[in-house]
């Protein structure tokens, strides 16, 4: 049953809400909508090992399970099945490829080849990591905003137990806002990094402990030379259990003469940032400017 056409691009399948669609960014368009690809091993995707399920970045339907992804050394995600019913076949026009498109929504995948040998199925999905997102097994959630989220996002990347770590924005009233937006200070958000980890390598305490010493709690509205309200430290917690954590954590900080205005607040909507945002650091090749580590626990 055809249920759904966005902009005459592709056509679904199957039924949809449109409530579970996601505003995509220009790059992700350019690839999902316009079928495009992503340069090679640049994706978020590409060597990345977390026990989970990838999703449609455009309408979350599953598609993948981490237990069929394999390094095929092509530069980008390849998995060597899908999730039953989730991924349509499509011969390009040249008839040379086979592109993959999610059976949901229609949004452009990547492409499919059969044949080479790498795994005993014989079969090779090669997605463009944008196109996907992830949720991982038995995984917990975190979200920190100590300053500019590169730096953030930087430093937690690194640490044991952490399974992915993206830029965006919590905290205001506007959705879906973008970069120039926040910067206004206007629209009430703050940057912050959402932090999925595995609760059997590392505690969230262990994370927040390292939030607390990769910024400086003090700076009220600021983080070094970064100044407005969007760069406030702040926690949002998901459960009463990290309320209670970065509670008694502040705590410990004041008992040691700290005077901390990280404000602590129930978790929002997250607006992931653009993509020119995630993983800046590594892709610039540079070390944060004004994130560092200090000692205060």
């Not at 040249?94 to 452009?108: F, L």
Request: with cysteine; charged share 25%.
């Amino acid at each position: 049953m055809i249920s759904y056409t966005c902009n005459n691009i592709f056509t679904a399948t199957k039924p949809i809400d449109l409530d579970d669609m996601k505003q995509l960014t220009d790059f992700e368009k350019h690839v999902i909508l316009d079928k495009g690809t992503e340069a090679p091993f640049t994706g978020d995707y590409c060597d990345f090992h977390g026990a989970g399920t990838y999703l449609c970045k455009q309408c979350s339907e599953p598609l993948y399970r981490s237990a069929d992804k394999f390094n095929s050394g092509c530069g980008w995600p390849s998995f060597d099945d899908e999730i039953e019913g989730a991924v349509k076949r499509t011969p390009d026009a040249d008839g040379r490829r086979t592109e993959i498109t999610c059976v949901k929504c229609g949004g452009h995948l990547g492409h499919v080849f059969e044949g080479e040998g790498f795994t005993p199925k014989n079969t090779r999905h090669c997605v463009n990591s944008v196109s996907l997102t992830f949720v991982p097994d038995a995984g917990e959630t975190a979200y920190f905003g100590g300053g500019c989220f590169w730096g953030v996002e930087h430093l937690m990347a690194q640490q044991r137990g952490v399974i992915s770590v993206e830029s965006g924005y919590m905290g205001g009233d506007v959705d879906n806002p973008t970069y120039e937006q926040v910067c206004t200070g206007r629209t009430g958000h703050a940057e912050v990094v959402r932090i999925d980890f595995d609760p059997a390598e590392v505690s969230y305490e262990a994370l927040a402990k390292l939030f607390f010493e990769i910024h400086d709690p003090t700076q009220k509205n600021r983080q070094g030379p970064d100044i407005g309200a969007q760069y406030r430290s702040v926690v949002f917690y998901t459960s009463d259990a990290q309320r209670e954590t970065a509670e008694k954590l502040v705590a410990q900080l004041e008992a040691k003469g700290y005077r901390v205005a990280t404000q602590i607040e129930p978790a929002a909507t997250f607006w992931r940032a653009e993509e020119y945002h995630q993983d800046y650091y590594k892709n610039k090749g540079t070390a944060p400017y004004c994130h560092a580590y200090t000692k205060r626990f």
